[in-house]
């Protein structure tokens, strides 16, 4: 008898233990998401345990798995990147540092795998949003009294605190405060449909928060120019046309009325045409720096268009023209980064590079063609990188590159999961 009733407990313990083993990697990744909005250190070194415990779940699928182009593209980006150090003239630490930017792309068919087999991606989800919601209400502290940010202890030697900065700057608390705001329109109207009122106040509240934050508080320009467009493609794509117009119109019609009460937002707004009235003066600005470093990486590319001057070679390139420009500061100005994606890559790698690239991003966005809030998730990562990525280099730079391999590797497993149930 003793035997037998041990049996049940025996299963269940051992039940309780596979289970763990699969959910063990899934709380990492919940961590690294909480980590994420705060600290750049602390991600890395979660890095680290995730990886470990990656390596004890059923990998017997995972050679096929990587022969897709969801999980190939961000390899070949990535060995690109590597085998690009041959032909480059940069310097040898310059070239190996240039690889790092694209290294976090190789995580990204890990996440595919482990989320397309195990259902613990909502986890993720709630531990970004929870931590940006936190980050939001420590940001209305700081622009109240700026000498709580964080800022000011973690940087080196005196540090300027920008109003309602709590960590690191505005464009990346922005990408997060615009990404967070837009995905929770999804369950909102989908709570509001069931009906559970509550939850979907509650969601209501934090997008609010997050909206409220960036117009009466900081916001960068790039977030302003894409989130309207992030609204307009979630009306179109999951409300009836009607209801999709009456909604661009509502929006259009809430955002003269906060251009009329938000001084923060006025201000943000005339910077686009005092930085456009500097560069037509010849003064350095924004925007007249921008259109510099583009004009100078279209020359650069028009020189080797093929492959490119090879990985970390832009630096060098800009040192080089401006030998020439030394009495103009904006022509003189060196930079590794030419504040855009597609000459980023096409500068170092050519037309090759830049196919990788938009395959890519046409093959993650291929994923989230489905319904739920795992693929509006992703669809909506992936597109509002695109879009960012027209005025900076946000799939190399630590933040938004991360937001774009966790929001890809998580919700694309998670909907490939579903499609394949389905």
């Known amino acids: ?41 602390g991600l890395i070194f979660a890095l680290i345990p995730w990886l470990i415990a990656f390596a004890f779940l059923d990998l017997r699928a995972f050679p096929r798995s990587l022969l897709r182009p969801v999980c190939l593209l961000p390899i070949a980006l990535v060995t690109l990147a590597a085998i690009g150090t041959l032909w480059s003239d940069a310097p040898w630490p310059d070239r190996i540092h240039a690889i790092g930017p694209s290294a976090k792309l190789l995580v990204i068919p890990l996440l595919i795998y482990q989320f397309e087999r195990w259902p613990y991606g909502h986890w993720v989800f709630f531990a970004f949003l929870a931590s940006c919601a936190a980050l939001m209400l420590y940001s209305f502290a700081v622009a109240t009294d700026p000498a709580l940010s964080l800022k000011l202890y973690l940087s080196r030697g005196p540090y300027r605190v ?85 909604a661009a119109g509502a929006m259009a019609l809430a955002a003269v009325l906060l251009f ?45 268009p093929l492959v490119g001057h090879g990985t970390g070679a832009i630096r060098s390139l800009f040192a080089n023209a401006a030998v ?69 280099t946000h799939l190399f730079d630590f933040t938004p590159g991360w937001i774009y391999v966790l929001g890809v590797g998580v919700a694309g497993g998670m909907a490939l999961a579903g499609g394949r149930k389905s």
């Open 1 to 41: 008898m003793t035997g037998v009733t041990n049996e049940p407990q025996a299963a269940s313990w051992l039940s309780a233990i596979w289970a763990a083993r699969y959910r063990t990697p899934a709380r990492f990744v919940a961590l690294i998401a909480l980590l994420l909005p705060w600290t750049t250190t």
């Open 324 to 392: 020439d420009a030394r009495d103009d500061p904006l022509r003189g100005e060196i930079v590794g980064d030419p504040h855009n994606q597609t000459l980023s890559v096409a500068v170092q790698w050519g037309v090759v590079g830049v196919l990788i690239l938009y395959g890519l991003w046409f093959a993650h966005l291929s994923m989230f063609r489905g319904e739920g809030l795992a693929c509006w998730i992703g669809l909506l990562v992936v597109v509002q990188n695109m879009l960012t990525s027209l005025l900076n």
């Open 162 to 246: 920008e109003s309602g900065i709590a960590v690191r700057n505005y464009i990346d608390q922005s990408q997060e405060f615009a990404l967070c705001a837009v995905a929770l329109i999804y369950p909102i109207v989908s709570l509001l449909r069931q009906p559970h009122i509550g939850i979907a106040a509650l969601f209501a509240a934090l997008a609010i928060g997050f909206l409220a934050n960036m117009i009466f508080v900081v916001v960068s320009r790039t977030a302003l120019v894409t989130l309207p467009i992030l609204v307009v493609v979630f009306a179109f794509l999951y409300l009836r046309l009607r209801a999709a117009l009456l």
């Open 260 to 304: 009329g009460v938000s001084p923060h937002l006025r201000t943000t707004v005339a910077k686009f045409q005092a930085d456009y009235e500097a560069s037509e003066d010849g003064q350095v600005s924004g925007m007249g720096a921008r259109l510099e470093y583009w004009r100078k990486s279209l020359g650069f590319i028009a020189d080797a």
